[in-house]
């Protein structure tokens, strides 16, 4: 069974950091690309960054770039994303995503955590 697990979301003031974690059971994660979104309410939901499966290739949204860093232990089957100077506008249910690097659909998702950032 494949589970994917965040942890790491809570209340910061702006300007502050967290880092949220993906820990991820039951598949060889090390052959999948993996992604973390977030959504708001209201809003849809956003890619904010991807990490190819050997680390060597990443993506961020412009909204992120030079603040959010992604990362990957293979060994621990965790994904991190490093979220420094925060915003208010980056508050919300961050959740994390695998597939294979061909494939256009995600093929499994965790239940996500709450990122709340104060003005």
């Known amino acids: 069974q494949v589970q994917l697990v965040e942890s790491g979301g809570g209340l910061m003031q702006a300007g502050g950091s967290l880092r949220l974690s993906c820990a991820a059971s039951g598949l060889t994660f090390s052959t999948y690309t993996t992604g973390w979104f977030r959504q708001a309410p209201g809003k849809e939901r956003e890619l904010v960054a991807r990490i190819d499966w050997n680390g060597s290739r990443t993506y961020y949204t412009d909204s992120v770039k030079g603040r959010f860093t992604i990362s990957r232990d293979n060994a621990k089957n965790t994904v991190y994303l490093q979220m420094n100077s925060l915003k208010p506008e980056d508050s919300a249910v961050y959740s994390c995503?695998?597939?294979?690097?061909?494939?256009?659909?995600?093929?499994?998702w965790g239940q996500g955590t709450q990122v709340t950032v104060s003005s």
């Open positions: 995503a695998v597939k294979i690097f061909y494939e256009g659909q995600w093929r499994y």
